[in-house]
């Protein structure tokens, strides 16, 4: 186990550990002391009709679905919602590869799937809330893919579902380029099979993986249009290749993130309909919005649209947002505004 | 220097070597001894005015402009056109890092730009055939970079000028792009600061760099449609991935290609004008068709677009190929038929 301030409270706000206790995984592995973080906001009403559950995306954890997508202003809002924000198995807070002990730790942490922090969340919210059914469950990228997951496996649990940026089933394209940065760390000497003594010590293979997810991250009209100045108050190309894309994941374990990549390239509802995506979807009865975002390199609302005609009555919603996926960050107020208007009139139906 | 015989007649037909002697670079310094591969087909009028140039892109040679540009049934047509094609510097087939002797062998090769391909293919044309203004100027990717630079640097020697898939200036998303391609090689442990004993030992950096290529040179399009199937032959994606990006890049170079990245990511025609790159391409005389390819995410026709309104009479021509990037190999007779007709156009106007 390797101690990263990181993922403590320091960084991550005020969240909770709910301990899952064994954890018996779809690979048919067991997860032993397996750990969930969570946070809550609003109040759960009498006949708990009210619970939204927020998920999370690669290399995020609650905090940011706390600061950018929940509030007062939001149509997430505490005070007509419970709301549950979970983090993702795998996130650094919750267990992951670098906090989980022995015989577990580092290298030997089992391989996940999306159906795993679906079976953990659900157990998370049946045993400390009492909740059977979720007025939504609304998450982007690989949270889109575990709202995918509860929609298509628990129906009956699923009034609603809002997958944001993000693919039923994971596509090929994404197949091959979560592998180039998967290989950006293993390929680092100092990664060490999994086996390193610090998370500092895989900087290059983590500095190589920040800049490919630069190039898709982000749109080539955020390039074209310098937009790291006004959005993100960067001075240069360099300066924002260093200061917010490496920055970003200087601090986080490279384990935690290869765990997450393993989930993310092989995330398909599919699996519960033998491969076929329309049966699996055609599962589905919660009201559903997809809501690709415009200038999306990773999920491209083009595959996003193949997801939503095959769930009945889905409504497509495209986030106009010229950032590309990292758009997903809340960075411009348009963005969530968008975001918020579209929420509402789901939450509203 | 190292043999490398894929380089060789063997995989590359028939090609001659001229030997340009000195070549002063636009960095100041000089190579050597500098080579330049061509191969010419039909025959060179007496007032020398149906002369094309065919330039080459990355990790291309005139081997594959040849297969696929040239021949009777194009309108690089050698009954009626005298088509030089010149592999770029750092083809593999040029002057390239392992194939020039110390004191300029592999690491210690100088750097090069693309205006440098320009001076070279310049004396080429005029030393050994006393060609001072070409017909037309076409390349595809990098080769249209020499398009563009050609057409800027000397607008009296280019009567009609055709970049495909390429923009004036490298965006600067490429420039990150390209850099995570360099690094890939260059992480290797057995790169070795460019000094291999063999190409065959950077197999693994090499290998990491064709899925990296893999991720943007095809459409997402590409990946959804399972377009290796029909157009390519191959049975799935892991055999797409290895039976064809994997072993396109096998037999090469890792310093030629880096060679070729480091001018890749700074062409820029605007250095002409101080950064002004409306003042570069304002200088463009050439009759000149811009051609973006539809799903290209190298040079998304957006940005080939802004090119085209900058030079003066310029005509847009979008080739629709789902493929993407890699279209430019001709894999699907539909684009080069585009091509051709764009092409034909352009040489009768």
């Given at each position: 186990?390797?101690?990263?301030?990181f993922?403590?409270?320091?960084s991550?706000?005020?969240?909770?550990?709910?301990?899952?206790?064994?954890?018996?995984?779809?690979?048919?592995?067991?997860?032993?002391?397996?750990?969930?973080?969570?946070?809550?906001?609003?109040?759960?009403?009498?006949?708990?009709?009210?619970?939204?559950?927020?998920?999370?995306w690669f290399s995020g954890?609650?905090k940011v679905?706390?600061d950018v997508?929940?509030?007062?202003?939001?149509?997430?809002?505490?005070?007509?919602?419970?709301?549950?924000?979970?983090?993702?198995?795998?996130?650094?807070?919750?267990?992951?590869?670098?906090?989980?002990?022995?015989?577990?730790?580092?290298?030997?942490?089992?391989?996940?799937?999306?159906?795993?922090?679906?079976?953990?969340?659900?157990?998370?919210?049946?045993?400390?809330?009492?909740?059977?059914?979720?007025?939504?469950?609304?998450?982007?990228?690989?949270?889109?893919?575990?709202?995918?997951?509860?929609?298509?496996?628990?129906?009956?649990?699923?009034?609603?579902?809002?997958?944001?940026?993000?693919?039923?089933?994971?596509?090929?394209?994404?197949?091959?380029?979560?592998?180039?940065?998967?290989?950006a760390?293993?390929?680092?000497?100092?990664?060490?099979?999994?086996?390193?003594?610090?998370?500092?010590?895989?900087r290059?293979?983590m500095d190589r993986m920040a800049r490919i997810v630069a190039t898709q991250g982000w749109s080539t009209q955020f390039y074209q249009q310098e937009r790291w100045r006004d959005v993100l108050g960067m001075s240069s190309l360099d300066d924002f290749v260093n200061g917010v894309m490496k920055a970003y994941f200087e601090p986080m374990?490279?384990?935690?993130?290869?765990?997450?990549?393993?989930?993310?390239?092989?995330?398909?509802?599919?699996?519960?309909?033998?491969?076929?995506?329309?049966?699996?979807?055609?599962?589905?009865?919660?009201?559903?919005?997809?809501?690709?975002i415009?200038h999306d390199c990773f999920?491209?609302?083009?595959?996003?649209?193949?997801?939503?005609?095959?769930?009945?009555?889905?409504?497509?919603?495209?986030?106009?947002s010229p950032e590309g996926h990292m758009g997903l960050n809340g960075f411009e107020p348009g963005y969530m505004?968008?975001?918020?208007?579209?929420?509402?009139?789901?939450?509203?139906?």
């Open positions: 186990m390797l101690d990263n301030p993922y403590g409270p320091l991550q706000g005020a969240f909770k550990l709910f301990d899952l206790g064994n954890l018996v995984l779809e690979s048919g592995e067991t997860l032993r002391g397996a750990k969930l973080a969570y946070r809550t906001f609003g109040t759960l009403n009498a006949d708990k009709s009210n619970a939204i559950l927020v998920t999370t954890t609650g679905m706390e997508y929940v509030g007062h202003s939001h149509a997430l809002d505490p005070e007509r919602y419970f709301i549950v924000i979970v983090d993702q198995l795998g996130s650094g807070v919750s267990s992951s590869p670098h906090n989980t002990p022995a015989p577990q730790a580092m290298a030997k942490f089992p391989r996940l799937s999306i159906g795993d922090d679906v079976t953990a969340q659900r157990r998370l919210l049946a045993e400390l809330f009492g909740i059977e059914r979720l007025a939504l469950v609304v998450g982007c990228s690989m949270g889109g893919q575990q709202v995918y997951e509860w929609a298509v496996a628990h129906p009956q649990m699923v009034e609603r579902a809002a997958p944001i940026a993000a693919t039923a089933r994971i596509s090929l394209h994404q197949r091959v380029f979560v592998e180039t940065l998967k290989e760390i293993t390929s680092d000497p100092q990664w060490n099979g999994g086996w390193y003594l610090s998370a500092q010590d895989v290059n293979g374990d490279p384990n935690a993130l290869l765990c997450e990549m393993h989930k993310w390239q092989r995330a398909d509802v599919s699996r519960h309909a033998a491969g076929d995506l329309a049966e699996a979807l055609g599962r589905i009865t919660a009201r559903t919005m997809v809501m690709p415009s999920f491209p609302p083009h595959e996003c649209e193949v997801d939503a005609r095959m769930v009945r009555g889905a409504q497509l919603r495209v986030i106009h505004q968008q975001v918020d208007q579209h929420l509402r009139e789901l939450l509203a139906a």
